[in-house]
């Protein structure tokens, strides 16, 4: 009995030495320097006592997040083991080989791509579109949406002078007319002896900035990015009647109603404007939401949250932002990056993510009664992420982006041209783009 | 009779190694010295040049390195030649380099002989003068984005103090109009210093009795300075034009840092456009050429600068 026993105690020694051998990796995750990422690195402590495998985190501004990431993947860099990638890469990271597949390690742990928000399965994890091939785990949710200043359209003397000048009540907007309206309404407006503005809007040059903005608003007036019957047929659908009025209605919104000097705007600029109480609306992506609620100028009920407003004909999307979580395939510790995966999707993880300001797309967190009331902003979140649709995930996505960042800013910010001509142009670029990649 | 190192060098030498280099001629010797610097040479700067050549007529993709390479011809140059944005780029970059070059030449020439008398406070104020060029260009870049702030800059505030014109009704990062010259701004402030500190060397180099030769033969100080001071000090000047020009034309971190090459495309110079083309879209191919026809621009120019300098220094 007592050799049993001794037998037993040594080989569960070894299996626990062994096991504990084979997990300790020093794993890297790379990611957006941003505040779920903070948010990400306390989540993951939990992980680093369970699996005994240590975190170690790549955080790069986003403003070079593409440009720094996409050249360590494209030269098979083995920095990051765990890529926290922006949606628009998964073709990329599909194709040249940079994420590993997932669909059995999916099958073998139980994870069901049906349990997660089906837009975000789309937009993050699919390769190529609508086709069951994933090669990432939804990891944040994320859209762009409108906040305002709730406590400034709830001034008696505020909504007085909008029904003067509009003849109706100033109300949160629901459509981009009434949006500008509002804007216009603010703009060089005195409030507690401050001269604030209409809206902070994307602007930026650099990176993705003015396309998302831009995005954001052409698909509610009918922008498409080609014929559904045949794709990468693009003229008259990027260049569309309605798409033309949406960029002009861009423009437009820039000209008129956004703070001096916001020509080179993005999310980071987007923030400041608003917690400053510069701008009476801004438009940003779903993420920044959580940091205005606990923020001592606009916090505490002083903002409202809108999803993204209608166009002319009453259509209604949003661009997606967010990202899923791939496995690089150039990691020597594969093994233990799918570990985290695997934990990374367990709905109490995944609750626990939420809870803490990552916006989780697992449907049982979302779809959770108590969801909606949990935070001021969960139901607009919802109400997007039902909404959404993403640029172009193609592999040559930068060259894509390029782009329609030098059109939509010679357009929107330089006065060049028109926004037909710009679109023209678009389409221009982008059949070169599809035809040096033999698409065309 | 000492004992000198090389003496112990000479004994410590193994014999049969002294009698082999015993054998060598001094030409051999240098070539022995000097081949290890050939060779870093060639494998750092001419292996690359030449692979730049032979892929600017592919279609090669770094970021696609199985994929198939195509031999183009010389279909990435003319696409590079005959594109409207590239001469687009070509002329900001000109308007960049032309005007920095003016600014920085007069101001720091200026500087130079303003600084180069004797007067209390005179290196404090060199050193002060000299401080921008110390910093980085991405920290001046940050720090200029704050001074054009329209609604907190102190440019703009400047601007509106001495002119009248309201601080938040221009934009120098955001206008079309104003943002080539925001660069220029922002870099002749970080620069001057640089063709100062050369222009003073040339100031300083040239013999007090020479001036006192002048005033003995009654010259004017104007006529002094025309006939005297300025062809002296010219080499000195080209050659800080020749450094200035050849840093501007790739000047890159200073732009980003300002406008990211906006608003629309105003102010994307020419190795911006490069950086994108090479290193975000990874046309590998395109973006060789693209380099080759800015080194041979450069070269070329550079060429004929040196001789112009070369000459002027015979005079």
Request: hydrophobic share 45%; aromatic share 14%.
């Amino acid at each position: 009995m007592k050799s049993h026993y001794l037998a037993a105690t040594a080989a569960a020694c070894l299996t626990l030495s062994m096991t504990q051998g084979a997990q300790a990796e020093d794993l890297t995750l790379c990611w957006a320097a941003w505040d779920p990422a903070n948010a990400l690195v306390e989540l993951s402590k939990e992980f680093e006592a369970q699996s005994g495998h240590k975190m170690t985190f790549e955080f790069v501004p986003w403003t070079n997040f593409a440009d720094r990431m996409l050249n360590e993947l494209n030269s098979g860099g083995k920095l990051c083991d765990l890529m926290i990638g922006d949606s628009q890469w998964i073709g990329a990271g599909a194709e040249s080989g940079h994420y590993i597949k997932l669909n059995d390690f999916f099958d073998a742990n139980g994870i069901s791509m049906s349990d997660f928000v089906p837009a975000t399965v789309t937009g993050y994890s699919e390769w190529p579109k609508g086709t069951p091939n994933y090669w990432a785990l939804p990891a944040f949710g994320d859209v762009v949406g409108w906040t305002y200043r709730k406590d400034w359209f709830a001034r008696p003397e505020i909504q007085a002078a909008f029904k003067e000048k509009t003849g109706r009540d100033l109300t949160p907007p629901a459509t981009f007319a009434e949006l500008k309206e509002v804007a216009e309404f603010f703009q060089g407006r005195e409030i507690d002896g401050k001269t604030v503005y209409g809206a902070s809007i994307y602007t930026e040059r650099g990176s993705e900035g003015i396309t998302m903005g831009v995005m954001d608003v052409l698909y509610s007036f009918g922008f498409k990015y080609d014929n559904p019957d045949k794709p990468y047929d693009m003229e008259g659908f990027v260049n569309s009647p309605g798409a033309v009025e949406g960029l002009e209605f861009y423009k437009a919104l820039y000209d008129c109603c956004t703070p001096p000097g916001a020509s080179n705007s993005y999310m980071g600029e987007g923030i400041d404007a608003y917690k400053s109480g510069q701008v009476a609306l801004q438009m940003n992506f779903a993420f920044t939401w959580p940091g205005f609620e606990v923020d001592p100028n606009v916090g505490g009920g002083k903002t409202g949250y809108l999803v993204n407003p209608a166009g002319p004909t009453g259509e209604r999307f949003a661009q997606l932002g967010g990202q899923g979580i791939s496995v690089v395939s150039y990691s020597e510790k594969q093994d233990a990056a799918l570990e985290y995966i695997k934990w990374f999707a367990q709905p109490e993880v995944q609750q626990k993510w939420w809870s803490m300001g990552g916006f989780s797309a697992l449907r049982s967190v979302v779809e959770d009664p108590a969801f909606a009331a949990s935070q001021p902003y969960a139901q607009t979140y919802l109400d997007s992420m039902a909404i959404v649709k993403d640029f172009w995930a193609e592999p040559a996505y930068a060259s894509l982006l390029q782009a329609s960042q030098k059109r939509f800013h010679d357009y929107v910010v330089a006065g060049e041209g028109t926004a037909k001509e710009a679109l023209d142009g678009l389409v221009q670029d982008w059949t070169e783009v599809f035809q040096d990649e033999g698409k065309l | 009779m000492a004992d000198t190192p090389i003496d112990r060098l000479a004994r410590a030498t193994p014999s049969s190694l002294a009698r082999r280099v015993r054998g060598l001629s001094d030409r051999a010797i240098a070539w022995v010295f000097v081949t290890p610097t050939i060779l870093l040479l060639l494998a750092i700067n001419i292996f690359p040049l030449i692979w730049t050549v032979r892929l600017s007529f592919t279609n090669f993709a770094a970021n696609k390195p199985n994929a198939e390479v195509k031999w183009v011809g010389l279909r990435n140059y003319t696409r590079i030649l005959t594109d409207p944005d590239i001469w687009q780029t070509m002329q900001a970059t000109a308007h960049f380099l032309f005007w920095t070059l003016l600014f920085q030449v007069v101001i720091g020439f200026s500087l130079a002989w303003l600084i180069n008398r004797k007067f209390r406070g005179n290196d404090l104020l060199t050193t002060l003068i000299v401080l921008p060029m110390m910093l980085s260009p991405a920290v001046v870049g940050n720090f200029w984005t704050f001074l054009y702030e329209p609604q907190i800059g102190l440019f703009n505030y400047a601007v509106e103090f001495f002119t009248g014109i309201p601080a938040s009704s221009f934009s120098m990062l955001g206008s079309v109009t104003l943002a080539p010259w925001s660069i220029v701004i922002a870099d002749t402030w970080m620069w001057t210093p640089f063709v100062m500190l050369i222009c003073l060397a040339g100031l300083r180099s040239i013999p007090d009795y020479i001036y006192e030769a002048a005033e003995v033969d009654r010259a004017s100080k104007w006529r002094q300075f025309w006939t005297m001071t300025v062809p002296m000090v010219l080499p000195f000047l080209m050659l800080a034009v020749l450094f200035r020009g050849i840093e501007n034309f790739k000047m890159f971190d200073l732009v980003v840092q300002l406008t990211g090459g906006g608003p629309g495309s105003t102010t994307l110079l020419t190795s911006i456009e490069l950086k994108r083309e090479a290193f975000e879209k990874w046309r590998t191919g395109y973006s060789s050429a693209y380099a080759i026809i800015l080194f041979v621009t450069v070269f070329g120019l550079a060429s004929i600068y040196v001789k112009a300098l070369n000459k002027v220094k015979e005079r």
